[in-house]
């Protein structure tokens, strides 16, 4: 991680520099990669969409029976503190609550709950205006509507997608699309509808900002998505909190639509810069 | 993890007091659950089948592409020193290799080995005369020939199996059964055929010793098995290494057989328990 500029998390109830944040290797991150996260980002130390990322934080926490150890308002606060400290003009915030320190190395503790700011990379201008390449696999997430710690598919698959002259790998089963590894997932078809996978997706806070802004302009779909479905469509993007909206040109080796970044795709991301900006400046 | 006899591990190349032993919060299994790890058992300061346990985790290793960073002398020679200085009777080392610390939380660094040595609890003389009750869940393990760290499923299920007074759960996908959480699945048939599952599964030593054991005395096969065939089943067991063999009674509220550990299953495991007892007297 960087510590080019002296950072401050949070762990074990207290706020701490960055380099000194240590978990014992009985926690069940270790032992069994077991925990739930969430990650917002903040500009001009304003926290952005914060309700909706602590609301999905709390639900991916029950849904993996681990309590988390702060009331909404003390974490807000915390947060809050963290931001104040960093001094961090953009950054990304990540909120970590593992299956605590396991007496067996299988049953889980009290949830440690770690915080970790740092600075945020968005994407280029080059990444925006050229589009980037995916690949595809055959995988769905265990657990899908919990935001798990589980990356075994993903990461283990980076090699392959640099391999291949590509930057991500959209899941599929049987043909059925469902997400990225950290990213949603939506197509633009020939009449300008905007239709995404509904299905075994994490539904990510940037595709719920995206289906509201589409919504003013477009017709807009939750609904199943093949990959017969990107042969047909006009223009393909990714949403996440860190890369907005990015504009997908070509999957598996076969070009999207002209092979370009498409109008509505560029407009959506327009829309979302601006109601991004409104937040902040709430 | 228990602490009352003063216990070494070995983490970032050197051998430290256990409860000294952390990662900082950006290693790989902390964020993205990312890493592998076996587990072998030792007798009077001896490892039983090492050799077995030392390939499967380099096995491991390579199916997720992260490097041990210890050869296998090396490796053995820090087990060896691991052993003396812990001192215990009866033990269970754990070796887990981990992402490593990573730059972006997301791309895996150099890894880090951690090594942990702590007694073995082995299954109770009630356990084994009683046999144990399971229920099933519909789940495959992603990448099931490595002994990755993702537990997921099974952590997460540890309360439903509790409140169904069963004592593990056993994964099938469309009634095809695969295996447990840590163990493997045995059954055996009314004419005395012992089958194990082959497919979606982590071939465990355990597994390897007793289809041996088996084969001198039953006719054995490596098939399909399916909950049907459990039905039709006269037995039914466990293996792991620190479960040996435990007979299954019922599963999902159905008795298996007769509802009692069976002959087959039990004469097993004398042959198991002798195998072992010739191991460590070499």
Redesign the interface.
């Given at each position: 991680?960087?510590l080019n500029h002296k950072l401050y998390?949070y762990?074990h109830e207290e706020i701490l520099p960055?380099?000194s944040?240590?978990?014992?290797?009985?926690?069940?991150?270790?032992?069994?990669?077991?925990?739930i996260f969430d990650f917002f980002k903040t500009h001009n130390g304003q926290p952005l969409f914060l309700e909706d990322y602590l609301n999905r934080f709390y639900a991916s926490a029950s849904l993996?029976?681990l309590e988390v150890p702060l009331p909404e308002d003390e974490l807000v606060s915390t947060i809050t503190r963290l931001i104040q400290m960093n001094g961090l003009a953009d950054s990304g915030m990540?909120m970590?609550l593992?299956?605590g320190?396991?007496?067996?190395?299988?049953?889980?503790g009290p949830p440690n709950l770690?915080m970790?700011e740092q600075p945020l990379t968005l994407p280029s201008e080059v990444q925006v205006t050229t589009g980037i390449k995916v690949i595809t696999h055959e995988?769905v997430r265990?657990?899908a509507a919990a935001k798990?710690?589980?990356?075994?598919?993903?990461?283990?698959l980076?090699?392959q997608v640099k391999a291949k002259g590509a930057e991500d790998v959209l899941y599929h089963q049987n043909g059925v699309v469902s997400e990225f590894p950290?990213s949603n997932f939506f197509l633009v078809k020939e009449d300008n509808t905007i239709i995404t996978p509904v299905h075994e997706i994490l539904k990510g806070i940037t595709r719920k900002n995206v289906l509201e802004l589409a919504g003013k302009k477009y017709r807009v779909e939750e609904e199943t998505v093949t990959l017969e479905d990107i042969a047909q469509a006009k223009e393909a993007f990714m949403t996440s909190t860190t890369k907005r909206i990015l504009p997908i040109v070509a999957v598996d080796g076969n070009p999207v639509g002209n092979g370009k970044p498409g109008a509505v795709t560029l407009q959506l991301l327009k829309d979302l810069v601006a109601l991004e900006g409104r937040q902040v400046s709430l």
């Open positions: 991680m960087s998390a762990l960055l380099e944040a240590y978990l014992h290797v009985s926690d069940l991150s270790i032992q069994r990669g077991y925990g993996m029976g990540k970590i593992t299956g320190y396991s007496e067996n190395g299988y049953n889980p770690i970790i995988y265990e657990l798990t710690i589980n990356y075994t598919v993903g990461v283990r980076i090699q950290r």
